[in-house]
């Protein structure tokens, strides 16, 4: 009977702890390095994002610690498997970005005298290659944002040298072309209107999040500004919010699939995260608040499917079902950072401070300042969402070919691709003239190429797609 009983405490010691840490997520990972340099006495570990090969259909992570930039294959999801390791440009570091385009990967950081860096993530797992290192667009940049569609690259809070003097030239967003992806091109600079007193509207866009050219550009104090940016001579301020609920540090924001609510958080101690019906998107309407905890702050979150995903630093990623606007529900919850007692949330931005939800997998991945990188499941079942995975696969056959070439995208979506070929050294040899639509066959003359092994380049707006071609 004793054995009975204290079998009995111990299931509910260990359902208990596992009670306070975790609630229908599951860990399936954890990497990190406690020695690498911190900042603050705590602070290792920053931003975080995912990227999936299509081709090869693996899953990587990019993270940023206060010194260098880390690249994680989680292919199998409990096993993380760190690829390499490139220096960030700078040391001392509390906050990196990036964001991924095509097969790149944009990075920048906001302290010291850094530089925007650009890596190739093509011949992962194998390497990533840098082509593109320079600070005269960005020495400076706290956080960036990248449309595909548009082909923009949007640098928030930007700071540039100034040669003529050597201080720094403060931008309050930059706007810049991916034409050429491993050239960025500066556009223009965002139009900060200029209230009646003569004060601007705001100094710095902390974070940004744009859709068809319509920015929701999230300001710190000063509030939430939705820009018209269609045309960069004439950028039109749509509508603000400013005056709201718990309004505190505009932090970052992000659209429900229908572009009808925008979710965004404060940067506060008890500030909770905000939903707004912006449908008049001239008046947009406060639909509900909710946070982790009483006195918790909120970081990142992400609209998913029917879904918020959040980065809460001291207690971890959250799950909120927010099927109904106007009643978020807790769905479920891993913490990250357990050193804080309950309802302690005296060290300041320590904890969770990335998370992305959008990896084919459903895997969950997030960054802890002070324990790491980490890969996280939600129970089966609990995310059911009506977002669909953007997926494009080419079909070119035959393979070896002789005089003809059929070629055809299948996508789950509506694209247009250009085919090039390139040789083994990387040089462009022939590229069609037309452009391929999805889920179309096309036939092409290829009697012009030597006989020898290509590389098939079918690059779309949203999606890079590589194949191997033996010409014979």
């Given at each position: ?9 111990i ?48 899953e ?48 920048v ?22 082509v ?6 960005a ?41 050429d ?30 859709r ?19 045309d ?32 965004f ?40 499917g ?35 007692a309950?309802g ?8 969770c ?7 084919p ?26 977002e ?5 696969k ?16 299948e ?15 990387g ?35 949203k ?5 191997k071609?033996?010409?014979?």
């Open positions: 009977m004793k054995k009975l009983l204290l079998l009995i405490l299931s509910f010691l260990a359902f208990e702890s596992q009670a306070q840490n975790a609630y229908r997520m599951t860990l399936l990972s954890n990497w990190n390095n406690p020695n690498l340099n911190k900042v603050d006495t705590i602070n290792i570990w920053n931003d975080l994002i995912g990227y999936y090969d299509s081709l090869t259909q693996k990587y992570i990019i993270a940023g610690s206060t010194d260098s930039i880390y690249f994680f294959d989680i292919t199998i999801p409990t096993q993380i498997k760190l690829l390499d390791v490139e220096y960030g440009s700078v040391k001392g570091v509390i906050n990196r970005d990036y964001e991924i385009y095509q097969h790149y990967v944009y990075c950081a906001d302290q010291n005298r850094s530089s925007m860096q650009i890596y190739d993530l093509q011949y992962l797992p194998d390497s990533v290659h840098k593109y290192e320079d600070s005269a667009l020495i400076n940049t706290h956080s960036i944002f990248i449309e595909a569609k548009s082909k923009r690259l949007y640098m928030c809070s930007n700071k540039y040298a100034n040669w003529t003097n050597g201080n720094l030239k403060e931008s309050a967003m930059d706007i810049i072309s991916l034409e992806p491993e050239k960025p091109k500066f556009l223009a600079k965002l139009y900060v209107p200029v209230r009646s007193n003569g004060e601007a509207a705001f100094r710095w866009v902390h974070e940004s999040h744009v068809n050219d319509t920015a929701y550009l999230s300001c710190g104090y000063s509030g939430l500004f939705i820009y018209d940016l269609r960069l001579n004439n950028q039109i301020i749509l509508g603000t919010i400013v005056n709201y609920p718990q309004a505190a540090y505009n932090h970052s924001s992000w659209l429900n699939k229908n572009g009808n609510y925008l979710m958080t404060d940067e506060n101690i008890g500030s909770n995260i905000k939903i707004f019906d912006i449908s008049i998107i001239q008046a947009p309407r406060i639909e509900s608040y909710f946070i982790s905890n009483t006195w918790a702050t909120p970081h990142n979150s992400y609209w998913f029917s879904f918020a995903v959040a980065s809460m630093y001291h207690d971890g990623v959250f799950i909120w079902n927010i099927a109904d606007t106007k009643k978020p529900q807790l769905a479920a919850f891993y913490d990250t950072y357990p050193q804080n309950i302690d949330y005296t060290k300041n931005f320590a904890g401070w990335g998370v992305w939800p959008f990896l997998s459903g895997n969950i991945i997030a960054s802890d300042r002070t324990n790491g990188i980490f890969v996280l499941k939600a129970d089966s079942g609990l995310l059911n969402t009506n669909i995975q953007q997926t494009a080419a079909n070119i056959y035959p393979n070896p070919a002789n005089d003809v070439l059929n070629i055809a995208v996508t789950n979506y509506a694209d247009n691709f250009v085919v090039t070929v390139f040789d083994l050294q040089n462009a040899v022939k590229q069609f003239n037309q452009q391929f639509k999805s889920n179309y066959l096309y036939t092409e003359n290829i009697n012009d190429l030597k006989s020898c092994l290509y590389f098939l380049e079918i690059k779309g707006n999606q890079v797609i590589r194949q071609l033996l010409k014979q």
